[in-house]
């Protein structure tokens, strides 16, 4: 997948609402090539890599995860969902 365009989402949240509530941070917008979709950009971090020490700690951005869910700016989080974050 490309990405023709990133932008900062701060204060923006993926919330999917399951047996629990999970509410994952959204750190970036991307614009997928052909500019028809943005999607929300989620950071996970690396498994370490003995081969490799360097990428120790490094960050992936990933799109949000493959469940029914919604975007949410902080503000229109309920208490429920703040408590997760």
């Not at 970036?28 to 052909?34: D, E, K, R, V």
């Not at 003995?50 to 989080?77: C, Q, S, V, W």
């Amino acid at each position: 997948m490309k990405y023709i365009s990133i932008a900062s989402a701060q204060d923006w949240f993926y919330v999917i609402h399951k047996k629990e509530t999970i509410v994952w941070r959204v750190a970036m917008w991307a614009l997928q090539q052909g500019g028809e979709e943005v999607i929300g950009l989620v950071a996970n971090p690396i498994i370490e890599d003995e081969i490799n020490p360097m990428i120790r700690g490094a960050k992936k951005f990933l799109t949000t995860p493959p469940l029914p869910g919604t975007y949410k700016h902080r503000m229109d989080l309920t208490a429920e969902e703040l408590a997760c974050i």
